[in-house]
């Protein structure tokens, strides 16, 4: 008895280190480029396969979407467990960014909840970070989806909500930070192997000493 809860308490110990070690890991869609249909509810959708982290934070990373105005644009995105969170509203439904008409498109554009700039203060074609705190999506929305496991399958959905402007969407990610998830048939580390042969040390020793 003595013996098993050693090597219980030298295993849990060799692993705490790693499980809170965190890890960031970006992932960009494999999708082929996509027309978005003008004034069209339905939009399009694209998929990219998430690592298995638990999420501390998430941020949605737009490299190239070109559009001749996108504050037309309604931006949603999906997470392998189901949930599903609105990021942009259009101009239509009083979304943050103002209704230009000009291409101004997104280009490397970050949309990260800890960013000090908004979106709505920046032009386009909006490269860098930004968050995107607006009263019709709420603070920090990207932060709905810390604690899930990020494993699976993220759909982003992009539809245009006005008429005459149209645009195209080629490519995108997302930015994954959390603690990976433990594998329950790890093969244990050395840290843990030394943690373990030390205590059956100590234990063979004491027996001993009891002995003589």
């Known amino acids: 008895m003595r013996f098993a809860a050693l090597l219980a308490a030298a295993t849990l110990i060799a692993w705490l280190p790693c499980a809170a070690r965190g890890a960031t890991i970006a992932v960009s869609s494999t999708s082929a480029a996509q027309a978005i249909p003008e004034s ?22 737009i490299n ?6 996108v504050s037309d644009l309604h931006i949603e995105l999906r997470a392998p467990s189901g949930l599903r969170i609105v990021l942009i509203d259009a101009f239509t439904e ?8 000009t291409p101004d498109d997104f280009i ?10 908004n979106l709505a203060q920046a032009k386009g074609p909006y490269t860098g970070t930004f ?3 607006h009263k019709s999506v709420g603070n920090s929305p990207l932060s709905q989806f810390n604690g ?6 993220w759909t982003l959905y992009v539809s245009d909500r006005a008429a005459k402007d149209t645009g195209t969407l080629y490519d995108w990610s997302l930015q ?17 192997i030394f943690l373990i042969g030390s205590g059956i040390a100590a234990l063979t ?3 001993r000493g009891r002995k003589g």
Do not use: C, M, Y
């Not at 899930?148 to 399958?153: D, E, H, V």
């Not at 994954?176 to 843990?192: A, I, K, R």
């Open 131 to 133: 968050n995107i705190n």
């Open 64 to 69: 190239r979407l070109v559009h001749t105005s």
């Open 148 to 153: 899930l496991n990020a494993s699976g399958t």
């Open 94 to 101: 009083s979304g943050l960014l103002i209704h230009k008409g």
């Open 176 to 192: 994954f930070s959390g603690t990976p998830v433990q594998p329950t048939n790890e093969v244990p580390e050395p840290g843990t």
């Open 108 to 117: 490397g554009t970050i949309f990260d909840d800890q960013a000090p700039t």
């Open 40 to 61: 069209n509810l339905a939009g399009i959708t694209s998929n990219l396969i998430g690592p298995s982290l638990i999420l501390t934070d998430l941020n949605l990373v």
């Open 205 to 207: 020793f004491r027996s």
